[in-house]
């Protein structure tokens, strides 16, 4: 559930989130067609239960076959991770040599990290072939195999620029003005990097590599015209491979008629569990009863493996919303076997806006007895929740338990539709004096909003003054700095 993970965690995981999405993007733009191969790399959800994952790539591209591992960076460098003494945690674990490493910028904007437009590739064959000449940062904890940055030294400017001049020595050139500095020529000494530019390159501050130690960019254009053959990997010796294939067919146009047999004949032989259980995920995305019930049986039936349980019902999620993908995540909601667990919270997330959108489906927990299942209850609504449910979440308002309707409230201030005004508006004008919950609810929605729809009416000069406390009235009631104060008053010991 990671409550009590810190805030800077929740930054490095949105960081590497929000530079997944927009290398997907990017990968998209130039024809490629991209998916997440981690499962919920470009995710910021924290959960404490730990998956034993493959060590896999980020991205797949289901048309050619293309692997990308992505590293978002606040200050960019060629820089991995690495654990020398591990060799199942170095680097280049798993990765092939032409996979390719995609490095993405971001800088911290006022609603959180905000990636450049552009990520710098390279494959995994220019990391390793010049890997003897990178350096090895020290350990990053005092624990035995700690992981180490291995850097490749590189050239990233501090402005933007053009380029004038490339030799084998050096590189020449023209830094443009920025307010504090006017426009001037610098030379960089190459030092053995090999040039990434040409003269009359354009290239950005912090986002652009220049030069470096690998001896040279990918070229993606490259990997364009190959053609992923899934069926075929399926049968490889590798796992990384036959888990790429199965995972990938769901994503792709190839035969039911191929692809149902041979994913159901994987599954009967697989000896790695993870490979089976996703391949269990791609035959029922393809309608398999047999995919199913071996989907069902890593949640119902594999006690021994609690981490392949959630990863079966995060597989659900990713699923959809079906008949059968709903009953399934309703049925682990509800069952008492897993009271306490995180499951639980998992596939009540799961049916919300992150999922399923089957927000009828979680009303009933905004008030479970295991807060942490409300509170993923509460938060999983999103604003298209329908006004069926609206109507409900209003109604709890107007009955006022106390539990009950503050979750109901503080589910309609995260919903924040258009709706939820006017279902807020309407009982107001209908009941006379207004329920406390609703008015209160009504003052914890967007001030500017409330007053346009209030206008005209006594009530809004009864609630106008707790409208300028309400979320993003004024400085002090930003996201930012709410939680800078909290984070301050917790410094009380003096």
């Known amino acids: 559930m990671g409550f009590k993970a810190d805030t800077s965690f929740l930054r490095f995981l949105s960081m590497g989130a929000v530079g997944v999405h927009r290398t997907l993007r990017r990968f998209r733009d130039l024809g490629f067609e991209p998916i997440e191969l981690e499962r919920y790399c470009g995710s910021n959800k924290i959960w404490t239960t730990k998956v034993k994952r493959l060590r896999l790539p980020d991205l797949l591209c289901v048309k050619t076959g293309m692997r990308v591992e992505v590293r978002a960076k606040t200050d960019l460098k060629v820089r991995m991770s690495d654990a020398p003494a591990n060799p199942e945690r170095a680097w280049d674990a798993g990765l092939r040599d032409?996979?390719?490493?995609?490095?993405?910028?971001?800088?911290?904007?006022?609603?959180?990290?905000?990636?450049?437009?552009?990520?710098?590739?390279?494959?995994?064959?220019?990391?390793?072939?010049?890997?003897?000449?990178?350096?090895?940062?020290?350990?990053?904890?005092a624990s035995e195999?700690?992981?180490?940055?291995?850097?490749?030294?590189?050239?990233?400017?501090?402005?933007?620029?053009?380029?004038?001049?490339?030799?084998?020595?050096?590189?020449?050139?023209?830094?443009?003005?920025?307010?504090?500095?006017?426009?001037?020529?610098?030379?960089?000494?190459?030092r053995g990097k090999s040039a990434y530019v040409s003269p009359g390159e354009t290239f950005s501050a912090q986002i652009s590599i220049l030069a470096g130690i690998p001896p040279s960019l990918a070229d993606l254009s490259a990997y364009l015209p190959r053609r992923y053959a899934p069926l075929e990997d399926m049968v490889s010796g590798a796992s990384v491979d036959r888990y790429a294939a199965v995972k990938a067919l769901r994503f792709r146009n190839d035969p039911p008629n191929q692809v149902i047999p041979a994913l159901e004949n994987l599954i009967s032989r697989e000896s790695d569990e993870r490979v089976a259980l996703e391949a269990a995920g791609s035959a029922t995305a393809f309608g398999s009863q047999f995919g199913q019930e071996q989907l069902l049986r890593f949640i119902w039936g594999n006690d021994d493996r609690p981490d392949l349980r959630m990863e079966a019902v995060f597989i659900l999620t990713e699923l959809g919303r079906s008949t059968f993908t709903q009953e399934q995540l309703s049925r682990v909601s509800n069952d008492p076997r897993f009271t306490g667990d995180e499951l639980r919270q998992a596939a009540v997330w799961a049916l919300g806006k992150a999922g399923l959108k089957c927000y009828e489906d979680i009303l009933a927990f905004i008030d479970d007895a295991d807060e942490h299942v409300a509170l993923h209850a509460i938060s999983a609504f999103g604003a298209d929740t329908p006004m069926a449910v609206i109507n409900r979440l209003v109604q709890y308002l107007i009955e006022g338990d106390m539990r009950r309707a503050p979750a109901a409230s503080e589910a309609l201030r995260i919903i924040a539709s258009d709706d939820v005004l006017r279902a807020l508006v309407r009982v107001t004008l209908e009941r006379q004096p207004a329920p406390a919950w609703v008015v209160a609810t009504l003052c914890r929605l967007p001030p500017?909003?409330?007053?346009?729809?209030?206008?005209?009416?006594?009530?809004?000069?009864?609630?106008?003054?707790?409208?300028?406390?309400?979320?993003?009235?004024?400085?002090?009631?930003?996201?930012?700095?709410?939680?800078?104060?909290?984070?301050?008053?917790?410094?009380?010991?003096?």
């Open 98 to 141: 032409d996979d390719i490493v995609a490095l993405i910028a971001c800088f911290e904007a006022d609603d959180g990290p905000e990636p450049a437009d552009d990520a710098v590739c390279f494959t995994v064959g220019s990391l390793r072939a010049s890997v003897v000449r990178s350096r090895l940062g020290p350990p990053k904890s």
């Open 145 to 190: 195999g700690a992981e180490r940055d291995r850097t490749w030294p590189a050239t990233v400017p501090t402005r933007d620029g053009v380029v004038l001049k490339v030799t084998d020595e050096r590189l020449v050139v023209q830094m443009n003005a920025d307010a504090e500095r006017p426009a001037r020529r610098q030379t960089y000494n190459l």
């Open 448 to 494: 500017d909003r409330v007053r346009t729809a209030l206008q005209g009416s006594p009530l809004l000069d009864q609630i106008n003054p707790m409208l300028l406390i309400a979320k993003d009235a004024h400085w002090l009631t930003s996201g930012t700095n709410e939680a800078d104060i909290a984070f301050l008053m917790k410094q009380n010991l003096y």
